[in-house]
């Protein structure tokens, strides 16, 4: 059975750091493009970052130089170094493969940021 399980969110001021990990299963990862995804209060689902899987990231303007994402295909794990964070940031983040077919509807429960002083 196909899952994803995101964790590493919580409470964090402005400026300072988070380190989101993503943990798949049931998937054939190495081969898997992967991205970030957050919704904020309010707002719709939005494509953070991405990684290739020979490792060529992409990244939301908004995001450019803080965050950084990156995976372990050895352990199937994306994850998503979140640095300079703002208010804006706050959201659930979810992990998500960037493939059709039975992958398309793959999505993690997602974990909550929260940027806040």
């Known amino acids: 059975q196909m899952s994803l399980a995101e964790s590493g969110g919580g409470l964090v001021q402005p400026g300072g750091s988070l380190t989101l990990s993503c943990a798949a299963s049931g998937v054939m990862f190495t081969a898997l493009p992967m991205a970030w995804y957050r919704q904020g209060p309010g707002n719709e689902r939005e494509w953070v970052a991405s990684?290739?899987?020979?490792?060529?990231?992409n990244y939301v303007d908004s995001v450019k130089g803080r965050f950084i994402i990156s995976r372990d295909n050895a352990q199937k794990i994306v994850y998503l170094q979140m640095n300079s964070l703002e208010p804006d940031d706050t959201a659930v983040y979810y992990c998500?493969?960037?493939?059709?077919?039975?992958?398309?509807?793959?999505w993690g429960q997602g974990t909550l940021v929260t940027v806040s002083s």
């Open positions: 998500h493969p960037l493939a059709g077919g039975s992958y398309s509807n793959l």
């Open positions: 990684i290739t899987s020979v490792g060529t990231t």
